[in-house]
């Protein structure tokens, strides 16, 4: 047997013991423990509007107006898809990129959880790496390009002795 699994046997004695545990908690373990209903029918009561102005990431916080505002950048970096990749700068797409992945996650780790900043930074990511992917297809076909006006020249050279 592991050891454990010992201590674990060894110690239960001493959890059923009267020192850890009251006999009205004996009494109650099986019963539910129901509130007054004074908080949970406020709860109710409240509008969303005011539960969302109480809020500890509600409007009246920067946890509400920061990824409101930084929607701007995943749109300006959604208007720039029409936008031809050789005009694209492919350090401030890799910012953009690495900015989005790496606050997604600080997103769900700071307390209070920031939903509403996880989801703006996470498709900021996403544009971010189409932009790269863009880029960097861009790049590559650039350097394949010499070869292919070498071969363009070469077949307009024989059109044209022909």
């Excluded at 107006?65 to 749109?75: F, S």
């Excluded at 390009?145 to 071969?151: D, G, I």
Aim: include cysteine.
């Amino acid at each position: 047997m592991a050891p454990i699994s010992n201590l674990f046997r060894a110690s239960r004695p001493v959890f059923r013991s009267s020192q850890f545990f009251s006999q009205s908690f004996r009494q109650n373990a099986g019963k539910r423990w129901q509130s007054t209903g004074s908080a949970a029918e406020d709860a109710v009561k409240e509008s969303f509007a005011k539960r969302m102005w109480n809020s500890p990431i509600g409007v009246k916080t920067v946890h509400f107006w920061a990824p409101v505002m930084k929607w701007a950048l995943v749109l300006a970096g959604v208007s720039d898809f029409a936008r031809p990749a050789e005009k694209l700068s492919l350090t401030q797409n890799v910012a953009l990129t690495t900015t989005g992945l790496i606050w997604t996650r600080w997103c769900l780790i700071i307390k209070p959880k920031n939903y509403l900043l996880a989801a703006v930074n996470f498709f900021l990511g996403v544009v971010g790496v189409i932009q790269v992917s863009r880029i960097a297809l861009y790049h590559r076909a650039q350097k394949n390009l010499p070869s292919v006006v070498e071969e363009v020249k070469e077949e307009v050279k024989e059109a044209v002795k022909a």
